[in-house]
């Protein structure tokens, strides 16, 4: 597996007024060379306040939460009513060599049928028949099982579905969640045969109208290279940094979410298949957490400075193609610091888009927090560690939807 962590160092947000992480910044570093020699005089400047009876071999080697592995519980969702995320055990076997749970961590998909697998895939949706076109169900193309098949002979023609119909959102427990201002994140596969596609959310007015469509008050324009019409794309990750995804409900009138719909028909039209459509809501972090604290039994108390490395291993959901579940492209993995050094989170992207069903194992590096050992109690929490199926903290390019399946955490700590 290839590890791309461009994304670096994000800061995370509190749960109530009493944590003591309330107030994190949020903030976005690149992991180069300087920043690891910093990081380093860092650490090393630390050891100043550790004992001098401190005997660095008795951490090597050593898991840290080896009593907090994911079958002894204490791992806590951000979301514990399992609306927008999931997080449940499994009868998956766990890596070779260990008797860890295993856990499918999931960022739920809020649109429904967006595979557009089920027996009826096309169901809630219209065609308006505007400057003429059409669109439906196709198998076979280059896409997954059946796709949106869009054929637009007018820039001005759409193909839509009313959001609150069916309803077409929903959170994980079946409930609508299309509410005023919310806003979504969105993805989606295509494959292009004409460069240009419009997306909108709109109050349906160009239904009754065989004039120029309206606008809605929430729009994107896709366009693709045309050297790139007949290849699959992901939307928005096959497109610049900069590409918006985005859709926000500013009105629950405005619930039609339809692609094309240019104002004249001189714009260009869109011919291709959508597939996989993903909505995801903006906002919450989609964190499991575990806290950490300062002495636990069977092991050496935690230290200042160093650098501490978390583990864990990860592979493929089986489930991944069944009931509109997708594979988590990305995962976030970090520590966030509880006392020291301003209460700093650090999380890096880990790109895992090519897991398969064999266990990986990933990890993430930091510089340990920077505390007295003299002025810390026993229960008190050093760090906790956070992962996540998607990387919410660096926006809704990578906030997506997607399931993976986790186990056999480990957390080590070496003085340089």
């Not at 461009?6 to 910044?25: A, I, Y």
């Not at 065609?127 to 076109?133: A, E, L, S, T, Y």
């Not at 693709?224 to 009138?253: E, I, Q």
């Not at 509109?324 to 700093?344: D, E």
Request: glycine share 10%.
């Amino acid at each position: 597996m290839t590890r791309r962590c461009d994304d670096t160092v994000q800061s995370l947000p509190s749960r109530s007024d009493m944590d003591p992480r309330n107030g994190w910044r949020r903030s976005l570093r690149r992991t180069t060379r300087t920043t690891g020699i910093v990081l380093a005089a860092v650490a090393a400047a630390t050891f100043s306040g550790c004992p001098t009876s401190v005997d660095f071999d008795d951490y090597e080697s050593v898991n840290l939460i080896g009593t907090q592995g994911l079958a002894q519980g204490g791992w806590t969702p951000d979301d514990t009513t399992g609306a927008l995320m999931n997080w449940e055990v499994v009868s998956t076997p766990p890596p070779s060599g260990s008797s860890d749970a295993v856990y499918r961590m999931e960022v739920h998909n809020l649109f429904q049928d967006g595979d557009f697998e089920s027996g009826t895939p096309l169901v809630d949706w219209v065609d308006p028949n505007v400057g003429g076109g059409n669109a439906g169900a196709t198998t076979g193309g280059g896409l997954d099982g059946t796709s949106l098949s869009l054929l637009f002979s007018d820039s001005r023609q759409q193909y839509y579905t009313d959001l609150t119909n069916g309803p077409r959102i929903q959170d994980g427990n079946g409930a609508a969640a299309f509410t005023v201002n919310t806003t979504y994140a969105i993805h989606f596969d295509l494959v292009p045969s004409a460069p240009d596609l419009g997306i909108e959310l709109n109050n349906n007015n160009q239904a009754s109208t065989t004039d120029d469509t309206i606008p809605g008050p929430d729009a994107l324009r896709v366009i693709t290279d045309s050297t790139l019409t007949g290849t699959r794309l992901a939307f928005p990750a096959d497109y610049a940094s900069s590409a918006f995804n985005t859709l926000t409900v500013v009105d629950t009138a405005y619930s039609y979410f339809s692609f094309g719909g240019f104002l004249t028909p001189s714009q260009q039209r869109f011919v291709g298949e959508i597939d996989n459509i993903r909505f995801v809501r903006m906002g919450p972090e989609y964190y499991v957490r575990l806290s950490v604290p300062y002495s636990d039994a069977g092991r050496p108390d935690l230290i200042p400075g160093g650098t501490y490395t978390v583990s864990l291993y990860v592979r493929r959901d089986d489930d991944i193609g069944n009931a509109g579940r997708f594979g988590a492209r990305n995962v976030a993995l970090g520590i966030a610091k509880r006392i020291g050094s301003s209460g700093a989170a650090y999380a890096e992207r880990v790109d895992v888009s090519d897991v398969g069903f064999s266990w990986q194992q990933i990890s993430v590096s930091i510089p340990g927090p920077t505390f007295s050992n003299s002025s810390v109690d026993p229960g008190d929490i050093i760090l906790d560690i956070v992962v996540s199926p998607t990387f919410s903290q660096s926006g809704p390019r990578y906030t997506d939807a997607g399931s993976i399946f986790i186990s056999s955490p480990e957390l080590t700590w070496n003085p340089n």
